[in-house]
């Protein structure tokens, strides 16, 4: 089986950071790469960026032409460089950080569902919610897992834009939901039979997106069987390459009879020096007390 090469861009599925912190996004698979530059361009000439930016080179060239001081230049140059950077930082983290001050709200979360959906968009819909949730996750796991390399490499993008639509429809059912909850809170008779008209038709769509999470969640098991496949055998590879670097067992038996070798040679050297020398028994030669007695006696 040939691998393919399942380098490519960043997910569909981004952490970003927003004022009541970290959540999962899931961008609209209809947006293109070039409406996102667009966007990009937008947030890196914003006021907030550009007016201190002209300030800044005002201040220079006012500086250089008046001759008033070197500082004023350097200021001048500081407040340019630093809304270059603050430019560059909203570029970088245009689709991650929407931590934005209420006088420049951002334009990608302006509207629920323009470009991304995020979990907690999804969070006043009860079990939904939980639905909602895991298809957003499902997506970035597969995404990003190694397995993808494996499998149709249409297939990320096929549950990419199936999740996204099953996300638009429901976001649809707000209104039916508010509306199933307000007929049940009528203690009207009148209204029973559109209660429960309500409830159903949201019951409808329910379980759908449950099915679209069984089915998304059947092609994560594969790819999880899969991928510990490929783990098992990137194991066994480098189980193989690591013992195939070890010494083979000859070697380490030669070495081993080279080391037996040189006490007994150095014994032999020592016990003549000894005995040239007259410097008596070694420790082990002398003989313990008990056994001196028994020959003793006997």
């Known amino acids: 089986m040939a691998r393919r090469n399942a380098s490519g861009p960043a997910g569909p599925v981004r952490t970003a950071s927003f004022p009541d912190g970290l ?40 500086g250089l032409m008046t001759g008033i001081g070197v ?23 245009l689709l991650t950080d929407h931590r934005h001050d209420a006088g420049s709200p951002c334009r990608l979360d302006r509207v629920r569902g323009e470009f991304f959906f995020r979990s907690r968009d999804f969070s006043e819909l009860g079990e939904a919610h939980h639905a909602a949730r895991i298809l957003i996750d499902s997506v970035g796991e597969l995404h990003r897992s190694p397995a ?34 307000e007929l049940a809170a009528d203690p009207g008779s009148a209204v029973g039979d559109l209660a429960v008209a309500a409830r159903e038709s949201v019951g409808v769509i329910d379980g759908a997106l449950s099915e679209v999470v069984r089915h ?18 990137e194991l066994a590879d480098l189980t193989d390459h690591t013992l195939a670097a070890l010494p083979v067992d000859t070697d380490v038996r030669r070495l081993s009879e080279f080391a037996e070798a040189l006490p007994q040679n150095v014994f032999a050297y020592v016990t003549a020096a000894r005995d040239v020398l007259g410097a008596g028994a070694f420790p082990w030669e002398q003989r313990l007390p008990d056994s001196a007695g028994e020959e003793g006696s006997s």
């Open 216 to 233: 998304v969640n059947a092609c994560l098991v594969l790819v999880r069987e899969w991928e510990a496949k490929l783990r098992r055998a």
């Open 148 to 181: 993808r390399a494996w499998i149709d490499p249409t297939i990320p993008g096929k549950v990419h834009r199936l999740v996204w639509q099953a996300l638009c429809c429901l976001d649809r059912t707000r209104a039916a939901r508010s509306l199933a909850v």
């Open 23 to 62: 959540d999962s996004l899931l961008l609209n698979p209809a947006v293109s790469d070039a409406e996102l530059r667009r966007e990009r361009v937008r947030a890196a000439l914003s006021p907030v960026t550009v007016l201190p930016c002209l300030g800044g080179i005002i201040v220079t060239l006012v």
């Open 71 to 93: 500082v004023v230049v350097c200021a001048g140059v500081l407040v340019v460089g630093m809304s270059v950077v603050a430019g560059l930082d909203h570029i970088a983290n």
